[in-house]
Every structure is written in C-alpha cells, then in structure tokens.
C-alpha cells in the first residue's frame, strides 16, 4: 500500500480523509441482526469503505466466527487493497487475537471505538441503518439463502443505482462502461 496516496486536509471546524490513489484509507465493518419466518437470527457482516460510501461487502449466516471475517477481509483485501485503517465496535469478532494479529501482519491500524459511542463509527452505523429500514425492516426472509439473494441485491442497488445525498446524489460505484476490444 502506497502510503503516499493519501493525505489529510482540515476544512474548519473539521478533518476529512482525501483519497488520492485507488485504494481508500479507512473502511469500517459491524454487524446487523435479523431473523428468519421461523425465528431463526442470523448475522449480516457489513463492511464499508469510509471515503466512497461504498459497501464493500455483506456477509450472511446463522452466526459468523472471527475466522470468517478474516476470510471476508482476505478475499476483499485481495480485490480491493489493503486499507491503512479499520474501524469497528469492541466486539469479541473483532478484537480476537487472531484478527488483531492478522490486521498487525497487514500493517492495518485497527481503530476501535469506544464502548457505548456508536457515533465513533458513524458511516457504519448510518449505512446499517439504511440496511434495516429499507430491507430487513421491510422482508419476511422464508430461508436463510433468500435472505442472503435479497441482501446481495440490495447491495448491488445501494452501490450502483440509489443516490447518496453525501455524493451529489450518485450511486458510490456507479457502474463503468469499458470499451472492449477483441483480437483473435
């Protein structure tokens, strides 16, 4: 990671975080709860990039271990970059020592929040929101696999068609026409 594609400016009154390069500095991760008809939870892994707005990606399943959200991490650090920083809650997915030593290796500074300040992680907690009241508030999840179709097109949609007010009104990944060109 090029640490030199990143640089701080201060605006009055408050700092933001320019992203110069390709790959942006923080992202930021949680989890969201939801259940099934049957009564059956299960866990939504969210994670964010904190420049873009972008969700990065949405994991679903009855419950999700600190080995699986490393496994999460590893094949979008893989696609995406590795960011400079991750921001999350205290909880116990998050601060297990395997994903503590994990993210040290990567030379990722894990920001954590403090407890019982979720404002700390604010586009997160704002996007699991958005998550719950325009999907899981608004679904009757018959199974598991539904829920997790639903909640990947509902993801393609926030990234690629609805509008951010915090972006000008576009989508955070708007989809890119690349011309191909074909030799045989």
């Known amino acids: 990671m090029h640490l030199a594609s990143y640089h701080l400016y201060s605006p009055p009154k408050s700092r933001f975080l320019k992203k110069i390069g390709t790959f942006s500095a923080v992202s930021s991760y949680d ?19 904190e420049y873009t707005r972008e969700c990065l990606a949405l994991y679903v399943a009855r419950s999700i271990t600190s080995r699986e959200v490393i496994e999460q991490l590893y094949d979008l650090f893989l696609l995406r970059g590795v960011p400079e920083h991750i921001r999350s809650d205290n909880g116990s997915e998050f601060t297990a020592k395997t994903i503590r030593r994990w993210l040290t290796d990567l030379k990722v500074t894990t920001l954590y929040i403090e407890p019982g300040s979720p404002w700390e992680n604010g586009y997160n907690e704002s996007f699991n929101g958005k998550l719950q009241d325009e999907l899981l508030k608004r679904e009757i999840f018959m199974t598991l696999k539904e829920a997790k179709i639903l ?33 045989l």
């Open 31 to 49: 989890f969201v709860k939801s259940a099934t008809a049957d009564g059956r939870k299960f866990r939504i892994l969210t994670i964010i990039d």
């Open 151 to 183: 909640v990947e097109r509902w993801r393609y949609e926030y990234n690629h068609i609805r509008p951010h007010s915090s972006l000008g009104y576009r989508p955070p990944a708007p989809e890119a026409k690349i011309p191909v060109n074909l030799t």
